[in-house]
């Protein structure tokens, strides 16, 4: 017996010693940069923005609600608030709307960056207009902040990016290494128009991007439990996308004679089962990444745990999975969205259909989906098929590659004391369509992220605060500085 207890007190030990050495040489990683001073902007930024957000380029799924004339004042908009940019750079427009600009290098042995933004924006529902304190294309101006649809996604980008070349030009600077600007304008609906043909010329014309920043994440205030800094998050990676479309066909009838089984009955329960067994959580590469470099900035025990995940990882499934914010990092999500079936009460419907969209972790692909949710329906009136776009979760960018340690060091330059890490982005962004031309490509966007306005993507009340979008234009000079003016 004492040799037993004498055993197990030696297991706890080395357990004890292991926990403690990973946790003491748990150390940050955070670099440390000279802060610089802050670029003279132009005036009237903010009012170049507001000007952005009056002008309504909504994309709807059904093409058909397209308002044409709103993005060709948009591109007009851009030739005559940004001369420099009009007339020194290249331009060239992809089906009507989307942009690219090309701001040519002095040295063409270094290969260029490409920084995207998008165009349009997500509509406002009707039923939502009266809940919006300002009207959410009156882009008012209030308390501070500027108001209305596309002020964070994604004219913040946009705007703020033109202002940054428009001052660099100014300057009379050239760049060593080529800068492209690339604007699609149907990001919000896959970005088939606009991203696909923006890569289909760039690939074509053997551009090969040191790295690619687009949208993605921001700098989030009190999101990051156990951290109580500013924490900006780069998205290494994104998820896949992919809805199956569950359809079902029975003899219907006069609902005064149901059959003990209608379509309704068998769809149902099919989407029941697929929704009660959801995919097992897992760390992928970007969430092991941002545990690494965040986990040293947190207190005691998060630390503890991230610094020992191998032996804590229940417990953090667990944690995360309490919020669905948190559940979307570690596993493929699945969302019933869409139920249709019957057209009047009294008549048992012949057809039901369901959609389930899944959101995928990097690591599964969208034919693992299908394969797990035809094992989970195990129904052969059941027919499953992909519905509309798909997209495969891309691999993940390297947090050593020259682009990530330039957007960390632009990052710390303008926004002090805040703490820098990768993560993946659970939303889809034009980033995805741009593999062909870089393996290095991550997303951020230079606003500020809270429990406050988190619910405002695709939301009511989307607004920034003017001396947040002046620090967005500082970011980009920044960036661009960092990037194309070596020594």
Known sequence: MKKIFLGIFLLVLVFLSVFAFNYLTFQSKQISVDQVDKFSVRDGFEDRLREAIRIPTVSFENSIGMDSSAFFSFNQFLDDRYPMIDSLLKKSTFNS????????????????????????????????LDKWTYPPFAAKLEQGRIWGRGAIDDKNA??????????LLLRGVQPQRTVYLCFGHDEEISGKYGAEA???????????????????????????????????LIG?????????????????GHSSMPKPETAIDVLASA??????????????????????IAGPEMTFMQKLAFANHWFFESMIFDIY????????????????????????????????????????????????????????????????????FKSEAPKTSSIESFGYTII????????????????????????????????????????????????????????????????????YIRLIMNSCFVE
Do not use: C
Not at 236 to 252: C, D, M, Q
Not at 271 to 292: C, E, Y
Not at 325 to 354: C, D, H, M, Q, W
Not at 435 to 449: G, T, V
């Open 198 to 232: 923006i890569v289909e010329y760039l690939f074509s014309e053997d551009v090969l991007a040191e790295y690619i920043l687009d949208e993605g994440y921001a700098i989030t205030s009190g999101l990051i439990p156990g951290i109580s800094k500013e924490v900006a």
């Open 97 to 128: 709307f989307s942009r690219v600009y090309k701001w040519e290098g002095q040295n063409r042995q270094l290969k260029p960056i490409v920084l995207l933004g998008h165009l349009d924006v997500v509509p406002v529902p009707e039923e939502n």
């Open 236 to 252: 290494t990676s994104e998820k896949g996308f992919a809805t199956i479309n569950l359809s079902v066909s029975l003899e219907g």
């Open 321 to 388: 999975s309490n919020k669905s914010s948190g559940n979307a990092l570690i596993r493929t999500t699945t969302s019933p969205t869409i139920f249709r079936a019957g057209i009047k009460e009294n008549v048992i419907p012949y057809e039901a259909n369901a959609m389930i969209n899944f959101r995928i972790l990097p690591g599964t692909t969208t034919n693992d989906v299908m394969d797990r949710v035809r094992e989970i329906v195990d129904d052969e009136r059941i027919q499953l098929t992909f519905s509309g």
């Open 271 to 292: 989407v029941t089962r697929v929704k009660q067994n959801p995919f097992p959580p897992r760390l992928s590469a970007p969430l092991k990444d941002f545990m690494s």
């Open 158 to 167: 946009v705007v703020g990016l033109m202002e940054a070349v428009e001052n």
């Open 408 to 475: 960390e060091k632009s990052i710390k330059e303008v926004y002090e004391n805040t703490v820098v890490a990768p993560n993946l982005v659970i939303a889809a962004t034009d980033s995805r369509h741009y593999h062909p031309i870089s393996p290095n490509i991550y997303r951020f966007a230079p606003f500020k992220l809270s429990e406050e306005n988190i619910d405002t993507f695709h939301g009511i009340n989307e607004s920034i605060g003017i001396s947040e979008f002046e620090e967005s234009i500082q970011f």
